[in-house]
């Protein structure tokens, strides 16, 4: 049976008189998410961690399209661990709350790596080994279903993978994926071949949200722990994004077709450094990382220098003041980041092992060895991300941008 809260979304949905496909704007359930610089292990080496990731994200990609790998409308709030934005999300009746990363390249949701796995009324020991690996990162254990809880949005029978050991994972308890179902195929030993379930899928499929939408909104900060974000399930949060949504279909271009790929091009001033190529959006890396041609043009035009102390572009204050719009062309639209949304916010440079002397850009090579093309060839991470309300389309098969109160900010 419906709640009040699916009975609602689900009038408002019929009712709409947009063109479609529909753009759902329901009143809110909110999750809010917080940002949090985790330094547990000292220094964050950020180039390191995105790198990593980025040539696992491409590996994974090429092996799933050649076959090779066996296998209602809410918002929550979100935290930003610099690599990551954690939200917190209840698991069993009564409900344990574990903080999770939300993570748009990977589909499966699992607990284990910080508090362990309460066993409740609700859960289902299925008795089938899971385990996932993310760049340096891994898991590995069995599967559970159980009540997942976020916000006020619940779902039953959520298949869930309890970590027996996981690797690289400090200061959080696993991962809420919200990528496509396609990314969970090959991680339970015997599956559909069409994956497991995700969150988003099920909220649909049990009633709960009118489409397969999730909105996320970014607030840059530039102190180590700020509530920041938000997640919305179902549809769009209009009050956290100006100007007009727009929308471009997922890119049919392997590997990136595999998770939320985008085909653009990027402009640094009025020079094209990235010819229009497939890439991702994704908000488990936290910079922005470009091929390796784009990135050599890129690091010439700016006078930047590599740092070896932190891996990163590093610029003088003067050279800051030249610095030149970066356009990123996506479908006919063009989003500018402003010179402050592409440098490293300077109170916190001491954190990734930077000197308060320097300016740090926030795009680097995306370090797979390989030059613009066709392929996976940028990642718009989370410094995009910030600036830019976005929305990934299951329904429609789209990925949606905006620009917000923060696209301008020179908080950086």
Excluded at 82 to 100: D, E, F, K, M, Q
Excluded at 140 to 152: A, F, I, P, Q, R
Excluded at 294 to 302: E, G, I, K
Excluded at 335 to 355: D, E, F, K, M, V
Aim: glycine fraction near 12%; include cysteine.
């Amino acid at each position: 049976m419906f709640s009040a809260v699916s009975l609602l979304t689900t009038v408002l949905f019929a009712l709409s008189t947009a063109s479609s496909p529909v753009e759902i704007r329901s009143p809110l359930i909110t999750l809010p998410f917080a940002r949090s610089l985790n330094t547990r292990d000292g220094t964050v080496n950020l180039l390191q961690h995105d790198q990593a990731r980025a040539t696992a994200l491409r590996g994974r990609g090429i092996a799933t399209a050649a076959g090779e790998l066996d296998r209602r409308q809410g918002s929550i709030l979100v935290t930003n661990e610099v690599a990551h934005y954690i939200a917190a999300v209840g698991i069993g009746s009564p409900a344990t709350t574990y903080n999770l990363i939300v993570d748009t390249g990977s589909s499966n949701t699992w607990v284990g790596a910080g508090i362990p796995y309460e066993v409740t009324s609700t859960s289902v020991d299925t008795g089938e080994p899971v385990s996932a690996t993310y760049g340096n990162y891994s898991f590995s254990g069995k599967e559970y279903t159980d009540t997942v809880t976020l916000g006020c949005l619940t779902i039953t029978q959520q298949s869930i993978g309890v970590a027996s050991q996981s690797a690289g994972f400090s200061g959080v308890d696993g991962i809420l994926g919200i990528g496509p179902e396609d990314l969970t195929v090959g991680t339970l030993t015997n599956e559909p071949s069409t994956g497991i379930p995700t969150v988003t899928q099920n909220l649909y499929t049990q009633g709960t949200i009118p489409a397969e939408i999730v909105g996320i909104s970014f607030e840059p900060t530039t102190t180590t722990s700020f509530r920041n974000g938000e997640l919305t399930f179902g549809g769009v949060d209009s009050g956290k994004y100006t100007g007009t949504l727009n929308y471009t279909p997922l890119t049919t271009t392997s590997p990136a077709s595999r998770y939320w790929g985008i085909n653009e091009s990027i402009a640094y001033g009025g020079t094209t450094i990235l010819s229009t190529t497939a890439g991702i959006v994704d908000t488990g890396t936290t910079l922005i990382l470009i091929a390796s041609d784009a990135f050599d043009q890129y690091r010439s035009l700016t006078g930047a220098v590599s740092d070896s102390a932190t891996g990163m572009l590093r610029i003088t204050t003067l050279q800051y003041i030249a610095l030149q719009n970066l356009n990123f062309n996506i479908n006919g639209v063009t989003y500018t980041l402003t010179p402050n949304g592409q440098i490293w916010p300077r109170s916190l440079n001491t954190y990734i092992g930077g000197s308060s002397s320097y300016v740090y850009l926030v795009v680097n090579d995306i370090g797979v060895g390989s030059n613009s093309g066709s392929g996976l060839y940028f990642v718009n991470g989370q410094a995009f991300l910030e600036r830019f309300y976005s929305v990934f389309d299951t329904t429609n098969a789209r990925v949606g941008f905006a620009t917000t109160p923060y696209t301008d900010a020179i908080t950086n």
